[in-house]
């Protein structure tokens, strides 16, 4: 009966996640769908200019003694990139990941933060 469903290729993708980017209190804030990715698997890295997001989703693993019959949900590995430029204080990045979900943290340097300039009067 369940001859036509066979199915039974683990196949690993590798995905471009959904993200989403929003300014607050003039930092850049960087949220990224990574949904079942375990927490150890995360990665970030600069390499130069470029901010390397990376994270695998967990196995899926009911239990050994299941055999697979058909199978859609693969493993995934996400991975995303963005070109950070030089008004990024490289030294205060840092990031958080909650409910698949995970927020990268930019804060401008203070060389790139709006600065008032005093006017003098002679």
């Not at 209190?25 to 901010?51: F, T």
């Amino acid at each position: 009966m369940l001859e036509k469903f066979k199915r039974d290729r683990e196949e690993l993708s590798v995905v471009a996640p959904f993200a989403n980017l929003y300014e607050k209190g003039g930092d850049i804030v960087i949220a990224v769908e990574m949904p079942g990715v375990d927490k150890d698997s995360l990665a970030l890295n600069l390499d130069g200019n470029l901010l390397i997001i990376q994270g695998r989703k967990k196995k899926d693993d009911i239990g050994k003694e299941y055999a697979p019959v058909y199978r859609e949900r693969r493993l995934v590995v996400f991975e995303r990139r963005f070109e950070i430029n030089t008004q990024i204080d490289r030294e205060k990045i840092r990031a958080e990941y909650k409910d698949g979900i995970l927020k990268v943290l930019l804060a401008k340097s203070e060389k790139a933060q709006p600065k008032k300039i005093t006017v003098k009067t002679s």
